[in-house]
T-cell receptor, first 118, second 115 residues
Framework: AQSVTQPDIHITVSEGASLELRCNYS??????LFWYVQSPGQGLQLLLK??????LVQGIKGFEAEFKRSQSSFNLRKPSVHWSDAAEYFC????????????????FGKGTKLSVKP | NAGVTQTPKFQVLKTGQSMTLQCAQD?????MYWYRQDPGMGLRLIYY???????DKGEVPNGYNVSRLNKREFSLRLESAAPSQTSVYFC??????????????FGSGTQLSVL
């Protein structure tokens, strides 16, 4: 079955430090992979997406992610974290899902909450 | 530049009461979605509408109904609210559901508490 695992529920990093958020997926076919960010009290916003081609994907706000097929991973990285990056981050896989005759769209991980220390 | 607008932002209901969550998008998108977000559960799809006039069940449709009123609006109704429906509800839209690589645009959410 299709699934997305984000192993870290909560991560705290110091401002200026590097960041890596982990994401592992399970999907039979070539995956479409996404990272969304949710700031407090807001809806989700797309950071970046991977469909095919270059396995290193650049996104908004200085984020990047690397697709590694052999590890079924799509980890999100940022070289230097800013206080404004404090938010919850969701990894998602685009999948054709049968909900008893219907088809869905994205399967989301449970999220990783990022806190940034001054 | 509104994007996806949800109302209300907050709501408290008593068990058994009914209510409708409203969602409208101004991006001329074909597809619209309702998700619920619970702590430690991520987002789960309740219902979606691939195009005007069609609706389909998602992962957790029980206890909900939806209406795609027109291309802009997609409402979610709780006929008899239960405490298990306490959650944050998000409406989203995308240009065309025909491809699973669609970018979703989200509203800012409705925080619902059922007592």
């Amino acid at each position: 079955a299709q699934s997305v695992t984000q192993p870290d529920i909560h991560i705290t990093v110091s401002e200026g430090a590097s960041l890596e958020l982990r994401c592992n997926y399970s999907y039979g076919a070539t995956p479409y992979l996404f990272w969304y960010v949710q700031s407090p009290g807001q809806g989700l916003q797309l950071l970046l997406k991977y469909f095919s081609g270059d396995t290193l994907v650049q996104g908004i706000k200085g984020f990047e992610a690397e697709f590694k097929r052999s590890q079924s991973s799509f980890n999100l990285r940022k070289p230097s974290v800013h206080w404004s990056d404090a938010a919850e981050y969701f990894c998602a896989v685009g999948a054709l899902i049968n909900y008893g005759g219907s088809q869905g769209n994205l399967i989301f991980g449970k999220g990783t909450k990022l806190s940034v220390k001054p | 530049n509104a994007g996806v607008t949800q109302t209300p932002k907050f709501q408290v209901l008593k068990t058994g009461q009914s209510m409708t969550l409203q969602c409208a998008q101004d991006m001329n998108h074909n597809s619209m979605y309702w998700y619920r977000q619970d702590p430690g559960m991520g987002l789960r799809l309740i219902y979606y509408s691939a195009s005007e006039g069609t609706t389909d069940k998602g992962e957790v449709p029980n206890g909900y109904n939806v209406s795609r009123l027109n291309k802009r609006e997609f409402s979610l109704r709780l006929e008899s609210a239960a405490p298990s429906q306490t959650s944050v509800y998000f409406c989203a839209s995308s240009e065309d559901r025909g491809d699973i690589n669609e970018k979703l645009f989200f509203g800012s959410g409705t925080q619902l508490s059922v007592l």
